[in-house]
């Protein structure tokens, strides 16, 4: 048996002596107590092994006879040039932390997240299945030269019999032209320099200078065997770049040499017509023999190995589920032998190729994707500028990491264009499964990293001192007390953003003072899980406060950063309904009974307390509640207030057109309700925002068929038609497509002029009773006036059968006047308000303070 130092040690697959594999969930089964090897048996020995491969012996003179000695070099300096890069990433990731079983899909998957991680990680371990087919078939071509039953010469034992599967090997019968073997001449080197394309003899394809290559670097790709035997060295991070650059050096020399001397003494007939020369030129010919099957035999076994921890490490990190689920399985020993059975299954299937160089091309294709991820997890590290990544190995800069990446894909697509475009779809598909099944999160993504990293740079780009008109749009802060509430407002509020900053606020009542830590920061996880469950792009804000009105005026103030800050307050509507419980409603908050999710999280609807009941008290007075719009005014902020959202069309709230059946309507009566005829209420900036407001809601696909419809208020002496004229022309400027309604407004509903304002629009009434009743009778016609239309399934329904069936108005804007600055009127100012959209179900009252529309290019 051989002892626990011997390079052997590196390749007992099954043996329960053997290689103990790591167990933990990266990749590990034995602990640290398994990491023995040093390294050089544990990372030069197997990289030499695995780089030298069949290549060395059988596929030497393939190379230079076709390519000739100039062209062979190239290939050689290209490849490593390649390889060089990429074991300078593979240094910089293995010497800026621990590295765990698995090796390469470790470092990728654990820099680039479990989606790309994963996708990489099966590919590379496709490539180490074909590289083991690859060397067996270069194993089984050797033998059948010098022991099959059609083998020829002297050295043919012919005790192995040929059938068609094998007719690659016909090729042997020109080993009897050891003629054209030269010894060192200078004729010979001159005649080799040059390249002789010609039909490989085991394929009967026209050989170029990329099929060449492909078959030369397949030959080259072991550059990670020792890196996937991180699970056993003792010091992984010191060993992986130490051994790799040993091996990568030495390999590189061998290469070298074996080409000059091939050149020097072996005519291109011999090198082209015959793959196995060596053994013709060689002193004893057994000991080419000895050499092909102990490399054949060693990066085989290397191959299977690396794929078997490879496998066995996605099937830890459960990133495909059942399907690799036997992959875990490991001996007494430590051994994996479920991993091993899958990798020798698939082995078996891809040996039906038959043919080495056939395989080549495909083998090369996909190391070269997985040397493209290592370069590209070491530039995502680079450009990410993080902190904590600063590897002890310094010798790699964000250049060599992106003409690593760079390089592998050309050499992808030159190599094998329809390889690497089927490798990449490959890789595609496996991102898109992971992402959909959702992978582990405490590994860190680098891609968060990265955006950080240009988020903050283009912020600081984002001068609020160059915004104008013309690109303005909505970036609003929802003030919410309980979701399960709020829900369709929620949605409602992410149609109407426009691509702008959408911030859901939250107030927790407390001081600091009285307690022992910060009861808001475990709030964040559960609302941003209702961010997601809800599907509207929206960022998190919460804030604790002695007061909800103390705690939006720091909402107000702070959310956001440097130029996307909230520029429009959203609240729901102050008034006596009871809030609707959607959480129990909504398909997409369908929970388990027992208040679990999967993964044994508590369900979202044990998170948030039920809605406040009939008749409790309430965080917010509506003193306080007129204050907040009041604050929001001054600060200079948009304030839209939202009443009766529950009663939204649900297929308006959702995020595609669909198919919606019902036709609807959306209403917009840009003009102060308190004084109707006051002044040209829907030219005026808060009338131009309503106009806005409603115009981007029509954007969004889900109210793509919702007809737009405007109400202009007449006196009953007033003529129709001029001021129609001048609102469709207006409309006609800020194209905005319309209809517009010609409305005459009743005796009763705010006739006669105004009385002097306190402030703003706010009417400074002495008649007490009688300015409630005026504004009632305003509400009337205004219901009147929706339902003379065919609003036909709207609060109250038509009046005696008068109106006609129709469409019905699925969301009504309201102009907002402005609160009176008298704050004992608060209160009375919100009644009005109530009284005034007590019947029009769901509405959004709308006070705009700055310029949204611009008639200029």
Same mark, same amino acid.
Request: aromatic fraction near 6%; proline fraction near 9%; hydrophobic fraction near 45%.
């Given at each position: 048996m051989a002892s626990e130092n011997s390079p052997l040690l590196a390749y007992r697959l099954l043996g329960e002596e053997g290689v103990a594999f790591p167990a933990n969930g990266a990749g590990g089964l034995g602990g640290e107590s398994a990491r023995k090897l040093s390294?050089?048996?544990?990372?030069?020995?197997?990289?030499?092994?695995?780089?030298f491969s069949i290549v060395v012996f059988l596929r030497i003179g393939f190379v230079v006879g076709h390519a000739g000695l100039l062209q062979a070099l190239a290939m050689l300096l290209v490849a490593y040039f390649i390889l060089a890069l990429t074991v300078l990433s593979v240094c910089a990731i293995a010497t800026n932390g621990a590295v765990r079983g698995g090796g390469a899909y470790f470092m990728i998957s654990r820099t680039l997240g479990p989606e790309v991680g994963g996708s990489i990680g099966l590919m590379f371990y496709l490539a180490n299945v074909c590289g083991c087919a690859v060397s067996l078939l270069g194993l089984v071509e050797s033998m059948l030269d010098v022991f099959g039953a059609d083998a020829t010469g002297s050295s043919g034992l012919r005790v192995l019999p040929q059938g068609y599967g094998w007719s690659l090997l016909y090729g042997s019968l020109l080993l009897?032209?050891?003629?054209?073997?030269t010894g060192f001449n200078s004729s010979t080197l001159k005649a080799n320099l040059g390249a002789g394309y010609a039909k490989d003899y085991t394929t009967g394809a026209m050989m170029t200078f990329a099929s060449v290559f492909a078959v030369l670097f397949n030959g080259c790709t072991g550059i990670m065997a020792g890196a996937n035997m991180s699970g056993e060295l003792k010091d992984p991070s010191r060993a992986i770049p130490l051994g790799t650059i040993v091996a990568v050096a030495y390999t590189f020399f061998i290469y070298i040499l074996l080409f000059f001397l091939?050149?020097?003494?072996?005519?291109?007939?011999?090198?082209?017509?015959d793959y196995g020369f060596f053994r013709a030129i060689s002193l004893w010919p057994p000991l080419v023999l000895i050499g092909i099957y102990a490399t054949s035999i060693s990066a085989s076994m290397s191959s299977l190995i690396g794929a078997s921890r490879i496998l066995h490490a996605l099937a830890q990190d459960d990133l495909f589920g059942m399907v690799l689920a036997p992959a875990k399985v490991v001996s007494q020993g430590g051994n994996p032998w479920g991993a091993v059975l899958y990798s020798w299954g698939l082995v078996q299937l891809v040996l039906l190729a038959g043919k080495l160089n056939t395989l080549a091309a495909v083998v090369t294709v996909f190391y070269l994707v997985a040397y493209a991820a290592v370069d590209l997890s070491c530039l995502s590290l680079e450009w990410a500028s993080a902190p904590n990544f600063r590897p002890t190995f310094s010798l790699f800069s964000w250049h060599t990491c992106l003409l690593g990446v760079a390089s592998c894909l050309l050499m992808m697509f030159l190599i094998s264009p329809g390889a690497a475009g089927g490798s990449l779809l490959l890789m595609g598909l496996l991102c898109a499964l992971l992402t959909a099944r959702g992978g582990p999160s405490s590994w860190g993504y680098v891609s968060q990293a990265l955006l950080f990293h240009q988020v903050r740079k283009y912020l600081l780009r984002l001068d609020v001192r160059k915004d104008h008109v013309k690109f303005w749009r909505p970036q609003l802060l929802l003030l919410?007390?309980?979701?399960?509430g709020a829900l369709p407002l929620l949605r409602l509020a992410n149609q109407l953003k426009k691509g702008g900053l959408y911030v859901l606020g939250h107030v927790t009542l407390g001081d600091l003072d009285c307690l022992p830590s910060d009861p808001v920061q475990p709030q964040y996880g559960a609302w941003l899980s209702l961010v997601d469950r809800a599907q509207v792009k929206a960022f998190?804000?919460?804030? &604790?406060? *002695?007061s909800v009105r103390q705690g939006a005026q720091h909402l107000l103030r702070i959310s956001g950063l440097g130029g996307m800050k909230p520029n429009t307050l959203v609240l729901g509507f102050y008034d006596d309904a009871v809030p609707q419980d959607h959480f129990l409603t909504d398909p997409a908050f369908s929970e388990p009974a027992n208040g679990t999710q999967e993964g044994g999280s508590p369900a979202l609807s044990t998170l948030f307390p039920p809605p406040r009941a009939p008749g409790s008290p309430r965080a917010l007075s509506p003193q306080d509640y007129v204050a907040t719009v009041v604050d929001a005014l001054k600060m200079n902020k948009n304030v839209v207030l939202?009443?009766?959202?529950?009663? &939204?069309? *649900?297929?308006r709230l959702s995020r595609g057109s669909g198919s919606i059946s019902q036709q609807h309507h959306v209403d917009v009566w840009p003009l102060n309700l308190l004084r109707p005829r006051g002044g040209p209420g829907y030219v005026d900036v808060c009338g131009l925002f309503l106009l806005q407001m409603a115009t981007i809601l029509g954007m969004v696909p889900a109210w793509h068929s919702a007809r737009l419809r405007i109400f202009l208020c007449l006196g009953p002496q007033e003529a129709p038609g001029a001021a129609e004229g001048r609102l469709r022309a207006l409309l006609s400027q800020l194209r905005i497509r319309a209809e517009v309604q010609e409305v005459v407004w009743g005796d009763g509903a705010g006739s006669g002029e105004p009385e002097e304002e306190e402030e703003g629009d706010f009417v400074n009434s002495r008649r007490g009773d009688s300015e409630a009743e005026a504004l009632a009778c305003s509400a009337n016609c205004l219901v009147r006036a929706q339902q003379g239309r065919g609003r036909g399934g709207g609060p109250g329904g038509p009046e005696g059968g008068d109106g006609e069936e129709g469409p019905t108005t699925a969301l009504t804007f309201l102009y907002l006047p402005r609160p009176p600055a008298d704050p004992a009127r608060y209160p009375h100012y919100l009644a009005l308000l109530e009284i005034l959209s007590r019947d029009l179900g769901p509405t959004l009252l709308i006070h705009g303070v700055t310029p949204v529309t611009c008639t200029d290019l």
């Open positions: 390294t050089f048996l544990g990372v030069v020995v197997p990289t030499v092994l695995s780089m009897g032209l050891v003629g054209h073997f091939s050149s020097f003494t072996c005519d291109r007939i011999l090198l082209q017509e919410v007390g309980n979701p399960r998190v804000d919460l804030t &604790l406060s *002695p939202a009443r009766a959202c529950g009663a &939204l069309p *649900p297929e």
